[in-house]
């Protein structure tokens, strides 16, 4: 027998589960009923974009360009990406839109960037490639680097312009040995301007090294080996320095005794400016060896002479017998002339050490050298003692 108790709470909770019922399908049947908001179209896309890249330049920037307009644009999703690439090569709003692109993503912009090279405004052309650059020389990991290969062969078939130097370095960090061709081309540029030939030659000279053709290392080597005038030139000064800027793009470590050879170079004071390759021939190093930090001329100087690379530990003191050793086999290194010197800063290089260390290391072993010799010439019983 039901309790009427019990029937009236069984009563309200099948009444409370009920309103539950009606109020979901009021809700789908409003719902239904209520028009969906339409989907934007490429073309009211693209037109929105416009307006917001039209809009004037603030007087005064306080955040790096692009940021504002990807800012607004933003709520109109990854739509806005290949909106912002057709204007690329807008003769007006290539710039923003290519800075907008970056601020929005730069990850998902770059392939779309890249996909449209060679056909964009020449600054986008540019600055592309030298963003590439950066990209390349940092830390963080480089997803796109198939699209950076294709597009900086797109841009060096179709000829000479300004992303060809770092064109060139681009295809040397992403090429191979298919892409030597087309650099060896480049390497044999001809221009009326010296600076121009120079600025191309040198790009695609390096960018050989890199890949690994030996005998454009060996003619790097000898330009840098060859005689430099004093006084000092501006044709040779502004060659120097150009070449000075690119050969960090080689990796090539070896290179650092010829580069060690420039830091006393003559500059040429203009006044107001000038051109002082021993300076750029230290921003090189910094670059090539990858020091801790960024040596000053006299730091860079000292690694050659045997010193520690800027910014590292300098190694412990020898002890005294061991030092006087050392300072007596580096006066007669001296005296033995270039050759040895050149054959020590060799040796340093491809063991990845330093002058200091190499040296300290040869003397143990002409030190245990002497030892064991000794211990040979002495009595049977003698040497028992000894040992």
Same mark, same amino acid.
């Given at each position: 027998m039901t309790m009427p108790g019990a029937r009236r709470g069984e009563t309200m909770r099948a009444n409370k589960a009920?309103?539950? *019922?009606?109020?979901?399908?009021? =809700?789908?049947?409003?719902?239904?009923?209520?028009?969906?908001?339409?989907?934007?179209?490429?073309?009211?896309?693209?037109?929105?974009?416009?307006? *917001?890249?039209?809009?004037?330049?603030?007087? @005064?920037?306080?955040?790096?360009? =692009?940021?504002?307009?990807?800012?607004?644009?933003?709520? $109109? =999703?990854?739509? *806005? $990406?290949?909106?912002?690439?057709?204007? $690329?090569?807008?003769?007006?709003?290539?710039?923003?839109a290519m800075t907008a692109m970056v601020a929005f993503d730069e990850e998902q912009a770059f392939p779309l960037l890249l996909g449209a090279i060679p056909n964009v405004r020449d600054d986008v052309h540019a600055l592309t490639f030298a963003r590439a650059v950066r990209r390349l020389d940092g830390k963080a990991p480089v997803t796109f680097r198939p699209e950076l290969r294709l597009a900086a062969i797109r841009s060096l078939e179709q000829g000479v312009s300004r992303a060809t130097p770092d064109a060139c370095a681009v295809l040397a960090a992403t090429g191979d040995e298919r892409d *030597?061709?087309?650099?060896?081309?480049?390497?044999?540029?001809?221009?009326?301007?010296?600076?121009?030939?120079?600025? /191309?030659?040198?790009?695609?000279?390096?960018?050989? @090294?890199?890949? =690994?053709?030996?005998?454009?290392?060996?003619?790097? /080597?000898?330009?840098?080996?060859?005689?430099?005038?004093?006084?000092?030139?501006?044709?040779?000064? /502004?060659?120097?320095?150009?070449?000075?800027?690119? /050969?960090?793009?080689?990796?090539? @470590?070896?290179?650092?005794?010829?580069?060690c050879r420039h830091l006393s170079d003559p500059g040429l004071d203009m006044g107001d400016t000038g051109i002082w390759p021993g300076g750029d021939a230290a921003q090189a190093l910094d670059r090539l060896m990858r020091a801790p930090k960024a040596g000053s001329l006299a730091e860079w100087k000292r690694w050659c002479a045997g010193g520690v690379l800027p910014g590292a530990e300098p190694e412990p003191e020898a002890p005294f017998e061991l030092r006087r050793l050392g300072r007596d086999a580096a006066v007669e290194r001296e005296a033995q002339g270039p050759s040895v010197a050149q054959r020590i800063a060799k040796l340093v290089v491809s063991k990845d050490t330093s002058a200091h260390a190499f040296m300290l290391e040869a003397i143990r072993e002409k030190l245990d050298a002497e030892e064991a010799r000794a211990l040979a010439g002495r009595p049977r019983g003698v040497r028992k003692l000894a040992g």
């Open positions: 009920w309103w539950f *019922v009606l109020v979901a399908l009021a =809700g789908a049947q409003a719902a239904a009923g209520k028009p969906a908001k339409a989907k934007r179209s490429e073309a009211e896309v693209r037109t929105r974009v416009e307006a *917001v890249l039209r809009q004037p330049r603030p007087a @005064v920037m306080t955040e790096a360009p =692009g940021v504002a307009h990807a800012r607004e644009l933003k709520p $109109l =999703g990854p739509s *806005v $990406l290949p909106a912002l690439a057709s204007f $690329l090569n807008d003769s007006e709003l290539a710039w923003e *030597v061709p087309l650099l060896a081309r480049l390497a044999e540029y001809e221009h009326k301007v010296p600076q121009h030939r120079d600025s /191309i030659r040198h790009a695609a000279l390096v960018a050989l @090294v890199r890949l =690994g053709s030996e005998p454009h290392r060996q003619n790097l /080597i000898q330009q840098l080996e060859a005689p430099v005038p004093n006084p000092m030139t501006f044709e040779r000064a /502004i060659a120097l320095q150009d070449l000075f800027r690119r /050969i960090p793009v080689t990796q090539d @470590v070896r290179l650092a005794p010829q580069l």
